[in-house]
């Protein structure tokens, strides 16, 4: 089916009247009409002829399950984003809902306030994604000639969506920029060439992209995380690799960004990968990362110091991160007296 133009409208798929009127009336705060469906066969036959900017779908529907409404509508509307509503507070159902391309996951009894903050951040990421896509397809006509000029405005750019992230998170303001010079600097006494290097300091500079689609509100809460938070906070390499994975760079920026957060021994995410089957560029970014990380003040802790970030490394080298890694990364930091700042 040929995907048409959005409505602008949301579609609201849940069987329950009082959540059906609760829901209608939050979309209309924030400027949007709505549709109502009260079962996924209903749904389906809406979707059929109307493109919608947002679904707002519950798992428990009569008939077919909304976890498999879910995966019909992206199927058939890519462009629509989907938020999961239910009272099914299963962080395994949880991360197939996000497995399956759902923006968000909203637990019942919904609160307007938490609904309104997922429908804004579902649309801001929908949003991204389109002019991303619009941005991908003029950079497309130029980037054969690859010129210097070129190569100049990319870089331009990807320092202005870094800037976007990271004002949403001021507790982590700089710390992409950080990263990428830390990493830079470690590929550098690897002895990487300085073509690679760019690369990793380009990666580096927006490896945490994916954060624009997590409300800014769990980004800076200075409490413990509930599993519905963390499960939406490790979302963020995939969603900065979709953002990215069509942008002809010169490098594996996309890939590198979706795999900062794996592990050697295949206990990080999004995929669990191990050892050789992680990018090279991206075992340096999960170093400089972490290091980063710890030495740097967050709303729920104060700074822990470089000492304790290299004691990190160092206690996991080899298990968790790159032995070369870690050597180099220590070694700028002991031997050439590497700083953050000058």
């Avoid at 009894?109 to 804004?120: A, C, F, H, M, Q």
């Avoid at 969603?239 to 994975?245: F, N, S």
């Amino acid at each position: 089916m040929k995907e048409q133009m959005s409505s602008g409208k949301i579609l609201i798929v849940d069987d329950d009247a009082f959540v059906q009127r609760l829901l209608k009336r939050v979309v209309e705060k924030v400027g949007r009409e709505s549709i109502i469906a009260a079962s996924a066969e209903e749904a389906r036959r809406i979707i059929k002829e109307k493109a919608f900017d947002l679904a707002l779908c519950d798992i428990r529907l009569p008939g077919e399950s909304g976890i498999d409404l879910v995966s019909h509508i992206i199927s058939v509307r890519p462009k629509t984003a989907v938020i999961i509503v239910s009272a099914v507070d299963d962080p395994a159902v949880v991360e197939k809902a996000l497995e399956l391309g759902a923006y968000g996951y909203i637990v019942k009894p919904l609160k307007p306030s938490e609904v309104i903050i997922n429908i804004s951040s579902a649309l801001r990421r929908q949003r991204l994604e389109l002019e991303s896509r619009l941005t991908r397809q003029n950079l497309e006509q130029e980037i054969e000639s690859r010129t210097a000029k070129l190569r100049e405005a990319l870089e331009s750019v990807v320092k202005v969506i870094a800037q976007t992230v990271e004002s949403r998170d001021p507790y982590t303001a700089g710390h992409q920029m950080r990263v990428a010079k830390l990493a830079s600097a470690i590929a550098q006494e690897m002895g990487y060439t300085a073509e690679k290097i760019k690369g990793i300091q380009m990666a580096g500079t927006i490896h945490d992209l994916g954060k624009i689609s997590v409300p800014a509100e769990i980004l800076s809460k200075s409490t413990r995380l509930t599993d519905i938070e963390f499960a939406l906070i490790k979302t963020h390499p995939q969603v900065g690799y979709d953002i990215l994975k069509d942008i002809d760079f010169p490098w594996p920026v996309a890939e590198i960004t979706y795999q900062h957060h794996e592990r050697i021994d295949g206990s990080g995410y999004p995929r669990g990968l191990k050892r050789d089957v992680i990018l090279p560029e991206a075992r340096i970014m999960a170093v400089a990362d972490v290091v980063e990380a710890m030495a740097s003040y967050r709303p729920y802790r104060p700074a822990l110091g470089i000492d304790a970030a290299l004691d990190e490394i160092l206690k996991n080298k080899g298990k968790t991160y790159d032995q070369e890694v870690v050597e180099a990364c220590l070694s700028i930091f002991r031997k050439r007296k590497f700083k953050f700042s000058d």
